[in-house]
């Protein structure tokens, strides 16, 4: 029994697309892995959400820092 042969579409090459190869179906198992990797460190968030959040916590230290500074006078 043999898998249909797909060509990986981030390196080319070509692969087995067995039922059970987690990822993509276009992609071999080898570029599958990194990506999976990637997600979970991004914890889903896009690149807009992420400014977002980076904003939002810039904001809640100044405000803390304001907060502080205000108690200490
Ligand atoms: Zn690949």
Do not use: W
Request: charged fraction near 40%.
């Amino acid at each position: 029994m043999s898998f249909p042969i797909k060509t990986c579409v981030v390196c080319g090459e070509e692969f087995e697309l067995r039922p059970d190869k987690p990822g993509f179906a276009n992609r071999c198992p080898e570029c599958s892995a990194p990506e999976a990797e990637e997600q979970a460190d991004n914890r889903h968030l896009s690149a807009e959400e992420r400014k977002a959040l980076s904003e939002v916590n810039a904001e809640r230290r100044k405000v803390i820092r304001d907060l502080l500074y205000r108690k200490d006078r």
